[in-house]
């Protein structure tokens, strides 16, 4: 693997961009695929990314994607001003979603994103505070394989 | 392997975006919603959906799949299309069902 200390990097996301959802998280896949992290992290980072990425367009105003890549680790948080979530532990169920139903039509919102995130993480932390905005740590370990 | 170049002419299918033509077909995911897409196609399927908005693309790139299927005579957008050029990604149209094409590419992959 090509990394010596750390990489970081960050990405503005602009809430309702949906022409241009997904740039970070590729641009994200393509720089881990670089550097020769294995397939499977890449792969998993992507995903996670990638929903949460998609997660600040439908619900946020506005937020950053910050990432860190170690020979051990990477770590994706994003920090939205956002609405905030309510009840993290309902936001965690399979199918709860408070997407409106323009953005369902589109066929996002169906509850799966923050479960999928879950999914594809080793870990996975959200903060949130209601009126604000939502924080979501993920880190995704890359130093099997 | 059946290859993303093969199955044009075998299922007859229109080329809307020509990308990595190259690409090996793994299987095939049918859906319309991206979110189950998202979470559970696999990488080098082929994607079959009505969906024809920009974020369809973001989804085959991420995921790794290997091209999508717009059914029902429907069309990928504008920016669909571009985004679509510049991420390599293929897309197919036809006017036939999701039935059909599943149909026939049920045979030809498994």
Redesign the interface.
């Known amino acids: 693997m090509k990394i010596k200390d750390s990489i970081e990097g960050c990405f503005q996301l602009m809430g309702g961009d949906?022409?241009n959802?997904?740039?970070a998280?590729?641009e994200l896949?393509s720089t881990l695929a670089r550097l020769g992290v294995s397939q499977d992290a890449v792969?998993r980072a992507?995903?996670a990314a990638?929903?949460a990425e998609m997660n600040v367009i439908i619900h946020a105003v506005a937020g950053t994607m910050h990432y860190v890549i170690t020979t051990e680790e990477v770590k994706i948080t994003l920090t939205d001003m956002g609405p905030g979530i309510e009840d993290i532990e309902l936001a965690m169920q399979e199918g709860y979603s408070t997407a409106p139903d323009w953005v369902r039509e589109?066929?996002?919102?169906?509850?799966?994103?923050l479960?999928?995130i879950k999914?594809n993480a080793d870990k996975f932390k959200i903060d949130s505070v209601v009126g604000e905005g939502a924080t979501l740590e993920i880190t995704i370990c890359i130093k099997k394989g | 392997m059946l290859k993303v170049s093969d199955i044009a002419e075998k299922v007859g299918l229109d080329i809307g975006v020509k990308g990595e033509l190259n690409k090996d077909i793994t299987g095939c995911y049918i859906s319309d919603l991206l979110s189950d897409v998202m979470a559970n196609s696999k990488d080098g399927e082929l994607w079959i959906t009505l969906q024809t908005h920009p974020n369809i693309v973001a989804v085959a790139v991420i995921k790794g799949l290997s091209g999508i299927i717009i059914t029902n005579g429907r069309f990928p957008e504008p920016d669909t299309v571009k985004k679509a050029e510049s991420e390599n990604i293929t897309i197919f149209t036809t006017h036939k069902t999701t039935f059909e094409i599943a149909g026939l590419l049920y045979n030809m992959l498994k």
């Open positions: 949906f022409t959802a997904g740039a998280s590729s896949k792969r992507a995903i990638f929903e589109m066929g996002w919102g169906a509850g799966m994103g479960p999928n999914k």
